[in-house]
């Protein structure tokens, strides 16, 4: 499904075969997670493929790059030019991309150098095959914001994340909502919460969340339209009083959710501001709307 034969992939400067490349199996990134990524959509509009929003994520791939203390030796607008360049070599309108930095050989919990960038892509249509989502409180909590620098993508986050929808799938939901430790719900496994009661959204504050890309376009447009917005700490059973809510993230755009535990909320999904905002949101990454040329 992420590549064939004739895939090419970026590799520290070089655009290569991506089934004629191995991967170093002595790195840090292999076994502990020491990496860090992004994840960006490229749409096909009428002036061309656009990578939505491509300099806010290389900033945030340099971002996690710095914590990890691992030197990325590209710039923004070159990381953006690559990107560029890798979906025309794949021949890709749309598709998404994925930048990934990895440290070099090391065993021991000590500084890794030598790091290596990889740029891949590949088609992905709709995260999600639902246009509606069943969500499962999830058993497992957001990890500590003591423990790990939750503002930036680094692969091993990401067990936690791949623990929960495993969870939710199993018990036949779609996907997984996570708390944080203090019991106050954060975010799903890859993706933001937002939930609306009267006309009104309510988001979870940015301490104990990534606090996505797609979530701050969402706010903007909530903006636009008008429609309030507040950050802040909401228990589930906020959730459980909301009208209606939604998922946003790069993958996943912005979808709505119809129920939480089986709990459905009390507007029809195609009234809520989840809906609406999802329809914008696509007229905004394929720029079918005004503002998304001026604002995003
Ligand atoms: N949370 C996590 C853990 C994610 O991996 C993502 C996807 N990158 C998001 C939230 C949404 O972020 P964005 O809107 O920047 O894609």
């Given at each position: 499904m992420y590549s064939n034969k004739n895939t090419i992939i970026f590799k520290d400067g070089n655009f290569v075969k991506a089934q004629q490349?191995?991967?170093?199996?002595?790195?840090?990134?292999?076994?502990?997670?020491?990496?860090?990524?992004?994840?960006?959509?490229?749409?096909?509009?009428?002036?061309?493929?656009r990578i939505f929003k491509a300099k806010r994520h290389f900033e945030r791939l340099l971002h996690s790059a710095k914590i990890l203390h691992l030197d990325i030796p590209y710039t923004v607008d070159q990381l953006i030019k690559f990107s560029y360049t890798l979906l025309e070599k794949n021949n890709f309108k749309d598709a998404y991309i994925r930048p990934l930095l990895m440290g070099g050989e090391q065993m021991a919990l000590?500084?890794?150098t030598q790091?290596?960038?990889?740029?891949?892509?590949?088609?992905?249509g709709k995260y999600f095959k639902e246009k509606k989502l069943r969500l499962m409180h999830s058993n497992y909590k957001r990890p500590h914001p003591q423990s790990f620098h939750l503002d930036a993508k680094i692969s091993g986050h990401y067990v936690n994340g791949i623990?929960?929808?495993?969870?939710?799938?199993?018990n036949g939901y779609d996907e997984a909502l996570l708390c944080d430790h203090n019991g106050f719900i954060a975010q799903a496994a890859s993706a933001n919460i937002?939930?609306?009661?009267?006309?009104?959204?309510?988001?979870?504050?940015?301490?104990?969340?990534l606090p996505g890309i797609t979530r701050s376009v969402a706010m903007k447009l909530a903006e636009y339209m008008p429609v309030p917005v507040e950050e802040g700490d909401f228990t589930p059973e906020d959730l459980a009083n909301a009208d209606g809510a939604f998922l946003t993230g790069t993958a996943v755009e912005v979808i709505p959710i119809e129920s939480i535990n089986g709990k459905t909320f009390k507007l029809d999904v195609?009234?809520?501001?989840?809906?609406?905002?999802?329809?914008?949101?696509?007229?905004?990454?394929?720029?079918?709307?005004?503002?998304?040329?001026?604002?995003?």
């Open positions: 490349e191995t991967a170093n199996y002595f790195t840090q990134s292999q076994h502990y997670g020491y990496a860090a990524f992004e994840g960006m959509r490229a749409y096909s509009t009428d002036q061309g493929t000590l500084p890794s790091p290596s960038l990889i740029i891949c892509c590949w088609k992905w623990l929960a929808t495993n969870e939710a799938q199993k937002f939930f609306e009661k009267d006309s009104k959204l309510y988001t979870p504050k940015a301490s104990n969340i195609d009234e809520t501001l989840g809906a609406a905002l999802a329809i914008k949101y696509h007229r905004v990454v394929t720029r079918k709307d005004g503002h998304s040329i001026t604002y995003f």
